[in-house]
């Protein structure tokens, strides 16, 4: 059996398969969410990774032996799962089957608790781990069965219903679905909708033969910025390979930080809202300068939450947040029980540009006024040594440590922390110009040291 610990990750578990785990201790994690948890019935989804059907299979099996009943929801974005715990009251718990945008080698399972309540080490997962180790049984005399199941109508219907969608302009997008799910999910949930859709890497396929199904990476949509500029779009969409995360393309071939978008859709949204003053809105701890003066000037309250979507979830139903945006592209809503939607946001985007007008005029005054380093990666030697050093550094600022450390003086600010998925620190610095950014960048860099990589 190959069962390597590690990939119980913060919010989910992914591993290279049949390397770091296989069927067998699939099996023992089926097992392990039966007796742990406790379903009575468990949704399963899956994307369209070359392992994802036998890994189904496994999980379908181990919880049938359990006495629970399976609902198998098909191959599926991430989102049809968090659906499926909230708006389908027989589903005690949902899996979905995915490594989402890591490479084609890897696959891994998302663990939602009823109610889109996301599983993650400090709220679940460690247990599930410690049970699926020790190999418990359980001997049920009654077995479960599997159900095939479709929800995409109830979740089309439940989409357009949140985004109130009276009616679009004949807009023009390009979308990027990087061979991942969601093209397929697309599809299923708004293919009629009134718009000249262009398609990229549309069919789903394992290998991602184009490019990794990551649109945090700006080099992986350098395609659908060409593409928006050569068909004179109105828009470009990119989807991550679970379809969870979603990033845009202004009509000009302009990427948007998901820094940026999270500023508009917040600004959007508080517009909105009934009475914005009484809202409350959770925001991403690396960024959040454009946010947080978008939420005071709806009189708003700002909460910064740590990163990570299972944590962003808790904050925001600590506060009701009204939604919420983290910069990787996980854009929340409250109305969909706290969970990430990119079709919901796929239509509230195109609901901003019909009301509003082209994105890089909306979007313009965020490059100007709240200029960003974007991600920066390194490997270093000593992870708490680095923080220590940085904190002395700058010792006469605002310091934070909700999440890794955060460091704020009036004309910039900076967040380093250590990544809750991958060995390494992330630093990211915004400023009120450009040159005060690259000044600070490379202050940081040679203080940090190591080495540094790509995401």
């Known amino acids: 059996m190959l069962a390597n610990p590690?990939?119980?990750?913060?919010?989910?578990?992914?591993?290279?398969?049949?390397?770091?785990?296989?069927?067998?201790?699939?099996?023992?994690?089926?097992?392990?969410?039966?007796?742990?948890?406790?379903?009575?019935?468990?949704?399963?989804?899956?994307?369209?990774?070359?392992?994802?059907?036998?890994?189904?299979?496994?999980?379908?099996?181990?919880?049938?032996?359990?006495?629970?009943?399976?609902?198998?929801?098909?191959?599926?974005?991430?989102?049809?799962?968090?659906?499926?715990?909230?708006?389908?009251?027989?589903?005690?718990?949902?899996?979905?089957?995915?490594?989402?945008?890591?490479?084609?080698?890897?696959?891994?399972?998302?663990?939602?608790?009823?109610?889109?309540?996301?599983?993650?080490?400090?709220?679940?997962?460690?247990?599930?781990?410690?049970?699926?180790?020790?190999?418990?049984?359980?001997?049920?005399?009654?077995?479960?069965?599997?159900?095939?199941?479709?929800?995409?109508?109830?979740?089309?219907?439940?989409?357009?219903?949140?985004?109130?969608?009276?009616?679009?302009?004949?807009?023009?997008?390009?979308?990027?679905?990087?061979?991942?799910?969601?093209?397929?999910?697309?599809?299923?949930?708004?293919?009629?909708?009134?718009?000249?859709?262009?398609?990229?890497?549309?069919?789903?396929?394992?290998?991602?033969?184009?490019?990794?199904?990551?649109?945090?990476?700006?080099?992986?949509?350098?395609?659908?910025?060409?593409?928006?500029?050569?068909?004179?779009?109105?828009?470009?969409?990119?989807?991550?390979?679970?379809?969870?995360?979603?990033?845009?393309?202004?009509?000009?071939?302009?990427?948007?930080?998901?820094?940026?978008?999270?500023?508009l859709l917040t600004d959007f949204m508080l517009q909105s809202s009934s009475a914005p003053h009484q809202e409350s809105i959770a925001h991403d701890p690396r960024y959040y300068w454009a946010t947080k003066d978008t939420i005071i000037k709806h009189g708003a309250a700002s909460v910064p939450s740590k990163v990570g979507h299972t944590l962003i979830k808790a904050k925001m139903r600590e506060c009701n947040s009204l939604f919420s945006a983290e910069c990787s592209g996980h854009i929340f809503y409250r109305e969909n029980n706290f969970a990430e939607s990119s079709m919901l946001t796929t239509l509230l985007v195109l609901k901003l540009l019909s009301e509003k007008g082209a994105l890089s005029k909306q979007a313009d005054y965020l490059f100007e006024q709240y200029p960003i380093s974007g991600e920066i990666n390194f490997v270093v030697e000593n992870v708490l040594d680095t923080l220590q050093k940085i904190e002395q550094k700058y010792a006469n600022g605002e310091i934070s440590k909700l999440d890794g450390l955060g460091i704020d003086f009036p004309e910039w600010r900076a967040s380093v922390r250590s990544s809750n998925t991958q060995p390494l620190l992330r630093l990211n610095v915004e400023a009120r110009e450009k040159k005060i950014v690259e000044e600070k960048v490379a202050e940081l860099k040679e203080l940090i040291g190591g080495k540094e990589v790509e995401h």
């Not at 715990?85 to 949902?94: G, H, K, Q």
């Not at 080698?105 to 993650?120: A, E, F, H, R, W």
């Not at 004179?232 to 990427?255: M, P, T, V």
């Open 6 to 263: 590690k990939i119980f990750k913060a919010y989910d578990i992914r591993g290279e398969w049949n390397k770091d785990w296989d069927n067998e201790f699939v099996s023992r994690i089926g097992l392990a969410c039966a007796l742990y948890l406790k379903p009575k019935t468990v949704a399963i989804g899956r994307d369209m990774r070359h392992s994802s059907e036998e890994i189904f299979k496994e999980l379908a099996q181990a919880f049938n032996e359990a006495g629970v009943d399976v609902l198998d929801l098909g191959w599926c974005g991430t989102e049809l799962t968090y659906f499926a715990s909230s708006f389908v009251p027989e589903v005690d718990l949902a899996l979905m089957i995915t490594a989402s945008h890591n490479p084609s080698q890897d696959n891994g399972i998302k663990v939602t608790l009823k109610n889109s309540i996301s599983l993650g080490l400090d709220s679940g997962l460690a247990q599930v781990r410690e049970v699926a180790l020790a190999g418990e049984k359980i001997n049920s005399a009654v077995k479960g069965k599997i159900i095939p199941v479709s929800l995409w109508p109830k979740y089309h219907e439940h989409v357009l219903k949140l985004a109130k969608l009276n009616s679009l302009p004949p807009l023009k997008v390009v979308i990027d679905a990087g061979n991942g799910i969601g093209g397929f999910m697309f599809d299923q949930v708004l293919k009629d909708l009134p718009i000249e859709v262009i398609k990229l890497f549309w069919n789903p396929d394992g290998n991602f033969p184009n490019h990794i199904a990551d649109p945090l990476q700006e080099k992986n949509v350098e395609e659908l910025k060409k593409k928006v500029v050569e068909e004179k779009a109105d828009l470009g969409i990119a989807y991550d390979g679970d379809g969870d995360r979603i990033f845009f393309i202004d009509e000009n071939g302009r990427y948007i930080p998901g820094y940026y978008t999270a500023a």
